[in-house]
């Protein structure tokens, strides 16, 4: 290479550096693309990245102690709990002062329902004692009043409770969804009786599991006959199967109802047939077996689409081939089909598999007891029991082992082997 | 510019006509023929006195709790009125989302003067709380039960025994109620009962109690699965709202009868949610006047067979509006109904309720 070609610089028509031109025009090209996606980007995070980021961020967050009760948190940090009596008189002059703030700002009964959580019967006893506190002598001493007003702030449990739940952020839902709690001697696990959380996690993976298995079994036949069909019948079966999928949630269920239960159709008809007697009607329902015959019927099309749209693109010539070359059927097909159609298999077991671990209309009406998922106990603290904090505990595990499970497939099959069409 | 001109004009008269007419009310409750009976006996006859009110009936009870706290935190209560059950109210007094309210300047007196506070009586369990009707849960029967050799159960303790009563139950899928209705039938006393379920060993004794019949039990979420369940033969008796049962029974004349023995009196009425604009509260309070008077709340139990919350509206209850039958006979609070009855302690249970509510789950799941 010559000096000369090394010292000079390309140049566009108007004499700049070709370089810094083609750079220019790219990043006018990148800014256009991110200005046409701007929308679509502040949509998602806006509607899906924000809530969750809200909800995770809950699970831990606990100020409504420190907010409500300031003067006490302060006054609360040289008490030790080991020492196995009620703080004294200066703990109780400050717990007067936030009292009355509260009491003014009705907030008191707020952060006594939240306690309630973690020890029972203090909601009653802030809501008790705010209806003292204006009857109260301002002079103290404040210990005796206290005690007067109800017993409970004489007991160390309920001192313990304050000063553990004081710090803004806590621990203490996640621990709760894992059926541990934080005592004066360490975490540890609740008693057996109150042990239900890791149970039903564990219960949900499994039935999801069951779930996307039938209905890979019952999905991979009707995928494989649609494909191959005749356009006309073809056609008709989809129907068939689009049909349910538009058809409401809540019917559907309650058609598994009306067929499943034990004065319902399919018993009648077994009885009408003498193949059971009437005293031995099966159970169908109101446990696991319904919540997997009815989960796998709604969530069947989810299979059936995916396998449906890969296996489409499968080329006939290479089964022809392989028979050509004198293989069996069974071999043409397991050896050359099948792992053609494992991408479809992947998107569909991936997709039902994370539609099914988050379900719950459908098992809390025919699960009964033994067929019910996490996501109910999420729906209680929700709606019922107001114990938001738990819920954003048990569903921030629950989309952290659902991506855990996405991971781990990964792994084993590859995320780019799966494929929607 | 003839365009523009059409459009400005178009624009003053609706602002014009928005102001002359209607202002929205949101009323949230039940739906179905409960939320019908409110309709006819308090919204339609309201409208009729106030023209310019619009009530818009909401279907959102069963989750109102959840949806007044996230309408709270983002702070746009779009809700007038709310109708809960009296556990939901404390707990939304306690949360600060239901507003506190002096019942006897919002609420009118009774006919001959008695002041709401006392026409009311203990009903009002909460600051917030305004009652409406008294309903109750009890147990429906299924009455052509072949095993049951002519024998009727007429006692609490018969849903327990499943040597002269075989058969399935369906029971709430919650603590409440049903560890009240085990220790009363395991030799608790009445009176002991809630002092009984404070210890570990007593909500052992309720579990163990319903334990024997684990295995025979239907658990229910919503109000209407009893009714089916007892319709279609799933169930040979069942817990359930008396009023869902009268349906059953004298509306769709199926082969079921109440046992009222030991049922359990609860409340329902409205809250006026916090963070309401004042004029939006004033309508509101003006409504309340009007639709929990003594006549308007013995009206609403010729279409619901729930018993009217204030005294005065007791003797004035009539027929059914389409049956035609005395209501007076099907209500929770007639003395032939309610010679054995159980009062639901709420300030208790606002304390057990997280407690016991999981030990429940767990018992459930194994």
């Known amino acids: ?421 | 510019m003839k365009l523009r001109t059409v459009i400005l004009a178009g624009t003053a008269l609706a602002m014009a006509s928005g102001a002359a007419t209607a202002m929205d009310m949101t009323i949230v409750s039940w739906g179905g023929a409960y939320s019908a009976s409110q309709n006819n006996a308090y919204h339609k006859p309201y409208m009729e006195l106030n023209p310019d009110v619009n009530i818009i009936n909401d279907e959102s009870s069963a989750e109102a709790v959840a949806k007044l706290r996230a309408m709270n935190e983002a702070g746009n209560v779009t809700w007038d009125l709310v109708d809960v059950v009296a556990s939901d109210a404390i707990r939304l007094c306690d949360e600060g989302l239901a507003m506190e309210i002096d019942h006897d300047t919002v609420l009118a007196a009774a006919p001959d003067g008695t002041p709401a506070s006392e026409d009311f009586g203990d009903l009002i369990v909460s600051e917030c709380f305004i009652p409406q009707i008294v309903y109750s849960t009890t147990f429906g029967y299924r009455t052509d039960v072949a095993d049951w050799g002519g024998n009727t159960p007429d006692d609490i303790c018969d849903v327990f025994d499943l040597e002269t009563f075989p058969g399935k139950r369906s029971l709430e899928k919650r603590p409440i109620n049903n560890v009240e209705w085990a220790l009363l039938c395991d030799g608790v006393a009445k009176d002991d009962v809630y002092s009984v379920l404070e210890t570990e060993e007593g909500q052992a004794q309720a579990f163990a109690k319903l334990d024997t019949i684990k295995d025979q039990t239907v658990w229910w979420s919503a109000g209407a699965e009893t009714p089916q369940l007892l319709a279609d033969g799933e169930v040979v008796i069942g817990s359930t709202y008396n009023g869902r049962l009268f349906a059953l029974i004298e509306e769709q004349k199926q082969p079921v009868a109440m046992l009222w023995d030991a049922q359990v009196f609860d409340l329902d009425g409205w809250i006026i949610p916090t963070g309401l604009p004042e004029e939006r509260v004033a309508a509101v309070k003006d409504y309340l006047m009007f639709a929990t008077d003594t006549q308007r709340l013995a009206d609403q139990a010729k279409f619901i067979s729930y018993g009217p919350a204030r005294k005065s509206s007791a003797p004035l209850v009539g027929q059914h509006a389409e049956l035609g039958i005395d209501m007076a006979p099907h209500m929770p609070t007639d003395p032939n109904n309610a010679k054995n009855t159980f009062l639901y302690n709420y300030e208790w249970w606002a304390d057990y309720r997280d407690d016991i509510d999981a030990k429940f789950q767990a018992w459930l799941a194994r």
């Open chain 1, 1 to 421: 290479m010559s000096d000369a070609t090394a010292g000079q610089v390309l140049t566009t028509q108007d004499g700049k550096p070709l370089k810094a031109s083609l750079a220019r025009a790219l990043r006018r090209e990148k800014l256009r693309a991110l200005v046409l996606i701007a929308p679509l980007l502040l949509f998602v995070v806006l509607t899906f990245v924000a809530p969750i980021v809200d909800m995770l961020f809950r699970s831990v967050e606990n100020g409504i102690v420190a907010d409500t009760l300031p003067k006490t948190v302060v006054a609360l940090q040289t008490w030790d709990p080991r020492s196995g009596e009620a703080p004294d008189e200066q703990v109780f002059a400050a717990l007067y002062d936030d009292l009355a703030i509260a009491v003014e700002a009705k907030t008191h009964t707020r952060l006594g329902s939240r306690l309630n959580y973690e020890q029972t019967g203090i909601s009653s006893l802030f809501r008790k004692t705010g209806r003292r506190i204006n009857r109260m002598d301002e002079a103290g001493p404040f210990k005796d009043q206290f005690l007067n007003a109800d017993k409970k702030w004489g007991e160390v449990e309920t001192w313990q409770v304050l000063k553990q739940y004081s710090p803004r952020y806590t621990d203490g839902y996640f621990l709760s969804a894992v059926d541990a709690q934080r005592t004066i001697d360490g975490i540890s696990l609740k008693p057996e009786n109150e042990q239900i959380y890791l149970f039903l996690f564990g219960r949900t993976l499994f039935l999801s599991i069951v779930i996307t298995i039938s209905c890979l079994l019952l999905g991979y036949p009707i995928a494989f006959l649609l494909a191959h069909l005749p356009l006309r019948t073809s056609n008709l079966l989809m129907i068939l199967v689009l049909l349910p999928f538009w058809t409401s949630l809540l019917v559907r269920t309650s058609a598994w109802k009306v067929l499943l239960q034990q004065q319902g159709v399919i018993n009648d008809f077994l009885v009408w047939i003498n193949l059971i007697s009437d005293a031995n009607r099966l159970v169908m329902i109101n446990n696991q077996t319904g919540t997997i015959i009815a989960m796998t019927h709604i969530l069947l099309p989810f299979m059936i689409l995916p396998l449906y749209s890969v296996m489409k693109t499968i080329s006939p010539s290479y089964v022809r081939a392989a028979k050509s070359l004198g293989a069996t059927d069974w071999t043409a097909f397991w050896r050359v089909y099948f792992p053609q159609s494992v991408p479809g298999i992947g998107a569909g077991a991936v997709l039902v598999f994370i539609l099914a671990i988050g379900y719950y209309i459908t098992p809390e009406l025919v699960g009964g007891t033994s067929g019910i998922f996490i996501s109910n106990r999420i729906a209680f603290h929700i709606s019922s029991s107001l114990n938001w904090g738990l819920a954003a505990a048990l569903g921030t595990m629950l989309l952290v082992a659902v991506l855990v499970l996405f991971m781990v497939y990964d792994r084993i099959v590859g995320i780019d082997n799966v494929k929607l069409g």
